[in-house]
């Protein structure tokens, strides 16, 4: 398998993409982290995931670990109703007995993840420790874990403590088959850890260390070893499984298109030519943020059904000749004929958005009509760049929320929420970064979005004039509390060299404005 790097916005991507359809929740968000194990975080919303390279194994198998962990959480999310830490005994347990819950609710719905599971049954077995380094009672409970997952434990155990350990994997067994079979749910599994605790005689609060891998991560194993691991946990969990081909499962058939498709978008979305940091501008770097908060679907759904003539290519028009004659429309005095004429939209566009303080009051609303806004120019396939600027530290800064060569999805959303509305309004400044950009990519229609009077006019109109000269048709939309105040900042823009500029009191409105610019 070839050694490809994919990047973690890549990661973020589709592993937001597949947790929340997994877990059936739009709202969950996904970060990924080298500091904590993978978990989830019910009362946030949030799955945080261990990277690629803290795995084991190589590209594609540290993905295809990467992916059955998430299934796991997407589980937990859909059928937990608490996740507690696994710092202690008690929790411990619970958690490891939900495992096995998930995992059998999970496959009754998502029946094509068994070779996945047990591939990643593998790699579990691996990671666990050797009893030999666990100290004091934490070995017996690690013993218990080991045993109740894979049917088989890594060292020697005390044969007073192995008939502990057998007992509560029996018990422990019987009570989540239980619990599936009459649809229990955590709290009523909860009430039997501890007669677990009991049998294993420890105390519910006895300190669990974080199991680490025995092996150096990234360190791949050999075709043979892997093998030989998968044989013995495809042999230990037949009575689950049934009967499975180590080989085929080694292979990962079912999964190795979709990560040749990620290795793909990931080639396409990196960044080409001139570099961002290097221009001036920068590329929010933030995971953990929650983009469903700027949609609004009722805008999103209404726009589209209202472009959707434009989406088809297509648009009925009424002439005075034509293919097919309307009698209402000859009733009514109007022209008699229609016809369908064909609709293409190959305006190339770069959207600037002004994130100043003085938008921060209506931060969320003017997000929520500006995603509508980039969710429309998806769905209507126009080549679009989306660009915000912002004050941090002090300090202007351009961001880069969607280059043209990238696709609309939650990624560029999540970039667009994190946006921190700051600062004064500098777009002479902030033009001058953004000016190879628009010098290499040359758009038809360079759109600033502002609700403010620049910082500097003059330098404002010499940039304008420069950006002009490019063959670029500098348009404005002045954003206003009112229709006079949205006038009043759309007529003095006017005075600073756009050659088009409008105006809008109503943030919803701001989609249809800018869509019916666009030369169709």
Same mark, same amino acid.
């Given at each position: 398998?070839?050694?490809?790097?994919?990047? $973690?916005?890549?990661?973020?991507?589709?592993?937001?993409?597949?947790?929340?359809?997994?877990? @059936?929740?739009?709202?969950?968000?996904?970060?990924?982290?080298?500091?904590?194990?993978?978990?989830?975080?019910? /009362?946030?919303?949030?799955?945080?995931?261990?990277?690629?390279?803290?795995?084991? *194994?190589?590209?594609?198998?540290?993905?295809?670990?990467?992916?059955?962990?998430?299934?796991?959480?997407?589980?937990?999310?859909?059928?937990?109703?608490?996740?507690?830490?696994?710092?202690?005994?008690?929790?411990?347990?619970?958690? &490891?007995?939900?495992?096995?819950?998930?995992?059998?609710?999970?496959?009754?719905?998502?029946?094509?993840?068994?070779?996945?599971?047990?591939?990643?049954?593998?790699?579990?077995?691996?990671?666990?420790?050797?009893?030999?380094?666990?100290?004091?009672?934490?070995?017996?409970?690690?013993?218990?874990?080991?045993?109740?997952?894979?049917?088989?434990?890594?060292?020697?155990?005390?044969?007073?403590?192995?008939?502990?350990?057998?007992?509560?994997?029996?018990?422990?067994?019987?009570?989540?088959?239980?619990?599936?079979?009459?649809?229990?749910?955590?709290?009523?599994?909860?009430?039997?850890?501890?007669?677990?605790? /009991?049998?294993?005689?420890?105390?519910?609060?006895?300190?669990?260390?974080?199991?680490?891998?025995?092996?150096?991560?990234?360190?791949?194993?050999?075709e043979e070893e892997l093998l030989r691991v998968l044989k013995i946990v495809s042999k230990n969990?037949?009575?689950?499984?049934?009967?499975?081909?180590?080989?085929?499962?080694?292979?990962?058939?079912?999964?190795?298109?979709?990560?040749?498709? +990620?290795?793909?978008?990931?080639?396409?979305?990196?960044?080409?030519? +001139?570099?961002? @940091?290097?221009?001036?501008?920068?590329?929010?770097?933030?995971?953990?943020?929650?983009?469903?908060?700027?949609?609004?679907?009722?805008?999103?759904?209404?726009?589209?059904?209202?472009?959707?003539?434009?989406?088809?290519?297509?648009?009925?028009?009424?002439?005075?000749?034509?293919?097919?004659?309307?009698?209402?429309?000859?009733?009514?005095? $109007?022209?008699?004929?229609?016809?369908?004429?064909?609709?293409?939209?190959?305006?190339?566009?770069?959207?600037?958005?002004?994130?100043?303080?003085?938008?921060?009051?209506?931060?969320?609303?003017?997000?929520?009509?500006?995603?509508?806004?980039?969710?429309?120019?998806?769905?209507?396939?126009?080549?679009?760049?989306?660009?915000?600027?912002?004050?941090?530290?002090?300090?202007?800064?351009?961001?880069?929320?969607?280059?043209?060569?990238?696709?609309?999805?939650?990624? &560029?959303?999540?970039?667009?929420?994190?946006?921190?509305?700051?600062?004064?309004?500098?777009?002479?400044?902030?033009?001058?970064?953004?000016?190879?950009?628009?010098?290499?990519?040359?758009?038809?229609?360079?759109?600033?979005?502002?609700?403010?009077?620049?910082?500097?006019?003059?330098?404002?109109?010499?940039?304008?004039?420069?950006?002009?000269?490019?063959?670029?048709?500098?348009?404005?939309?002045?954003? *206003?509390?009112?229709?006079?105040?949205?006038?009043?900042?759309?007529? $003095?823009?006017?005075?600073? *060299?756009?050659?088009? &500029?409008?105006?809008?009191?109503?943030?919803?409105?701001?989609? $249809?404005?800018?869509?019916?610019?666009?030369?169709?």
């Amino acid at each position: 398998m070839q050694s490809v790097k994919l990047q $973690n916005e890549s990661l973020v991507e589709i592993a937001t993409f597949l947790v929340r359809r997994w877990s @059936e929740r739009d709202n969950i968000i996904v970060e990924i982290s080298d500091k904590v194990e993978t978990k989830t975080r019910l /009362k946030e919303n949030k799955v945080i995931l261990t990277p690629l390279e803290k795995r084991i *194994g190589n590209d594609f198998q540290k993905y295809r670990q990467f992916r059955t962990s998430l299934w796991y959480e997407a589980m937990r999310i859909k059928f937990c109703k608490k996740i507690l830490s696994n710092d202690h005994a008690f929790g411990f347990i619970l958690n &490891t007995m939900e495992t096995r819950r998930v995992e059998e609710l999970g496959r009754k719905v998502w029946r094509g993840m068994d070779n996945e599971i047990i591939f990643n049954y593998a790699y579990m077995l691996i990671s666990r420790p050797q009893l030999h380094t666990v100290y004091g009672k934490a070995r017996i409970v690690e013993a218990f874990y080991q045993y109740f997952m894979f049917g088989a434990i890594k060292g020697e155990v005390q044969s007073s403590h192995f008939e502990k350990i057998r007992k509560a994997d029996a018990f422990a067994k019987k009570v989540v088959n239980k619990a599936i079979e009459e649809n229990h749910d955590t709290e009523w599994l909860e009430k039997n850890v501890s007669e677990i605790i /009991k049998i294993l005689e420890i105390d519910s609060l006895l300190t669990i260390p974080v199991s680490l891998p025995f092996m150096k991560a990234g360190m791949p194993l050999s075709e043979e070893e892997l093998l030989r691991v998968l044989k013995i946990v495809s042999k230990n969990k037949e009575e689950d499984f049934g009967n499975v081909d180590p080989s085929a499962i080694m292979k990962g058939e079912n999964v190795i298109d979709e990560y040749n498709v +990620l290795l793909d978008e990931d080639k396409k979305t990196e960044n080409k030519g +001139l570099m961002p @940091e290097a221009i001036g501008i920068q590329i929010p770097s933030t995971r953990n943020v929650d983009e469903t908060a700027i949609y609004d679907m009722s805008l999103i759904n209404g726009l589209k059904t209202k472009f959707k003539e434009w989406k088809t290519g297509w648009k009925e028009q009424h002439l005075s000749s034509g293919d097919e004659f309307d009698e209402e429309s000859y009733i009514e005095g $109007n022209e008699p004929f229609f016809t369908d004429i064909k609709k293409s939209i190959k305006t190339k566009i770069v959207i600037l958005l002004d994130h100043s303080s003085s938008i921060s009051s209506d931060a969320i609303e003017y997000k929520k009509a500006t995603l509508a806004l980039c969710e429309v120019l998806a769905y209507l396939k126009v080549k679009f760049a989306v660009y915000a600027f912002s004050t941090e530290n002090r300090s202007v800064v351009c961001w880069s929320i969607k280059p043209d060569n990238m696709k609309w999805n939650n990624v &560029t959303a999540k970039r667009l929420a994190q946006i921190v509305a700051n600062g004064s309004t500098p777009l002479a400044e902030v033009y001058d970064k953004m000016f190879p950009v628009l010098q290499s990519k040359r758009p038809d229609i360079f759109l600033t979005l502002t609700d403010g009077e620049p910082s500097d006019p003059d330098a404002v109109r010499n940039m304008t004039k420069l950006l002009k000269g490019l063959g670029i048709s500098m348009v404005a939309l002045g954003l *206003g509390p009112n229709t006079v105040r949205a006038t009043t900042i759309a007529n $003095n823009l006017r005075h600073l *060299g756009y050659e088009k &500029t409008m105006a809008v009191s109503r943030l919803r409105d701001i989609p $249809n404005k800018v869509i019916k610019i666009l030369d169709i």
